[in-house]
Every structure is written in structure tokens, then in C-alpha cells.
């Protein structure tokens, strides 16, 4: 039996089942923390690292709220998750 996923790969994989694979399907981390029960700012830190991996990408809407999309190198990692 495969053991449960780190948070952060839950993170990417919940981004993935949320299809925000483009800008226009981006989600805001308050979004992801209620959907996941967690807090925003935990999100924000690892959606920031995986940022800096090039997993993820991130912008700011006109109120200044960052929104994240997965990059296809973020795809490929979570689809690797179930291989």
C-alpha cells in the first residue's frame, strides 16, 4: 500500500484535481486552504517554493490576491505521483 502524501504533494496534487492548469484556472490560497483545512499562509509558503522550482507560477489579481496554476513541469510531477 503506498504511503499518504507530504502536504506539499498534496497541495500540487489538489491543484491538479482543481484543473488550475492555466492562468484563467488559476486558485487563490485561500481557496485551496479551506478546501484542504489548512492555514493560508502554510499554502502560500510551500505554493512559493514549488514557485522557485518552477512547478507552479503565481500572479496577482487587480485586489492584490495571488492566485496559482500549475506549469506542465507541475503536471508531470503529480502525475508522476501515481506511477
Same mark, same amino acid.
Given at each position: 500500500m503506498k504511503e499518504e502524501l507530504p502536504l506539499s504533494e498534496k497541495i500540487l496534487q489538489? $491543484?491538479?484535481? $482543481?484543473? &488550475? &492548469? &492555466?492562468p484563467g484556472l488559476a486558485k487563490k490560497s485561500e481557496e485551496l486552504a479551506q478546501i484542504m483545512q489548512i492555514d493560508k499562509g502554510e499554502i502560500e509558503r510551500i505554493l512559493d517554493a514549488f514557485c522557485k522550482e518552477g512547478y507552479v507560477e503565481a500572479f496577482s489579481d487587480s485586489n492584490g490576491k495571488r492566485l496559482y496554476y500549475l506549469t506542465g513541469k507541475g503536471i508531470i510531477k503529480v502525475c508522476a505521483f501515481f506511477t
Open positions: 489538489m $491543484l491538479h484535481n $482543481l484543473c &488550475a &492548469a &492555466a
